[in-house]
């Protein structure tokens, strides 16, 4: 479980970056709860029934992975966030729906980025964790595309 404290051989990443990073991550998780919260609430319409019922499914997973990401922080020596991301709003359902969609997209680029990172410092068991997040969130990037009408997006990998 112990993640070095040294940069990588290419000088990518250390346990304090790591820790910043994963605060970062964080910080996206509170956004996620409250939009799925809200959002689940507010989307009217025979069309969005199910969609509401699935958003309320995935603020609780959000939730889930807001306290493993915290347990994470803090046994890496850092103190977890406690403000969120910026969280956007509409009147419009599809709106809402592609802000999730979008936030989805940036969660998934970055959980793809810190797994490799955790690996880098050979905290195995960190990125473990991280891999059943990932999991999680790219059902919900397919629950939100097929909302839209849209085939499931490649969000890609963070830089």
Same mark, same amino acid.
């Given at each position: 479980?112990?993640? @070095?404290?040294?940069?990588?051989?290419?000088?990518?990443?250390?346990?304090? @970056?790591?820790? #910043? /990073? $994963?605060?970062?991550? /964080?910080q996206? #998780?509170?956004?996620?709860?409250?939009?799925? %919260?809200?959002?689940?609430? %507010?989307?009217?319409? *025979?069309?969005?029934?199910?969609?509401?019922?699935?958003l309320? %499914?995935? *603020? *609780? #997973?959000e !939730?889930?992975?807001? $306290?493993? !990401?915290?347990?994470?922080?803090?046994l890496?020596?850092?103190?977890?966030?406690v403000v969120?991301?910026?969280?956007?709003?509409?009147?419009?359902a599809?709106?809402? /729906?592609?802000f999730?969609?979008?936030?989805?997209k940036?969660?998934?680029?970055n959980? =793809?980025?810190?797994?490799?990172?955790a690996?880098i !410092? &050979?905290?195995?068991?960190?990125?473990? &964790?991280? =891999?059943?997040?990932l999991? &999680? #969130?790219?059902?919900? /990037?397919?629950?939100?595309?097929t909302? !839209?009408?849209?085939?499931?997006?490649?969000?890609?990998?963070?830089?």
């Amino acid at each position: 479980m112990a993640a @070095k404290k040294t940069a990588s051989a290419n000088g990518s990443i250390t346990k304090q @970056k790591l820790i #910043e /990073l $994963l605060n970062q991550d /964080l910080q996206r #998780e509170f956004q996620a709860i409250i939009a799925y %919260v809200n959002y689940s609430q %507010v989307l009217k319409g *025979a069309a969005y029934m199910n969609i509401a019922g699935e958003l309320e %499914v995935h *603020a *609780a #997973e959000e !939730l889930r992975h807001a $306290l493993k !990401l915290s347990y994470w922080i803090d046994l890496l020596g850092g103190m977890p966030a406690v403000v969120p991301k910026p969280v956007k709003t509409s009147d419009k359902a599809t709106d809402m /729906l592609r802000f999730d969609l979008e936030n989805e997209k940036e969660t998934i680029r970055n959980y =793809r980025r810190r797994i490799k990172q955790a690996d880098i !410092l &050979d905290d195995f068991a960190l990125g473990e &964790d991280l =891999r059943e997040i990932l999991r &999680d #969130e790219f059902d919900h /990037l397919n629950a939100l595309a097929t909302a !839209l009408g849209e085939d499931t997006p490649d969000p890609g990998i963070a830089d």
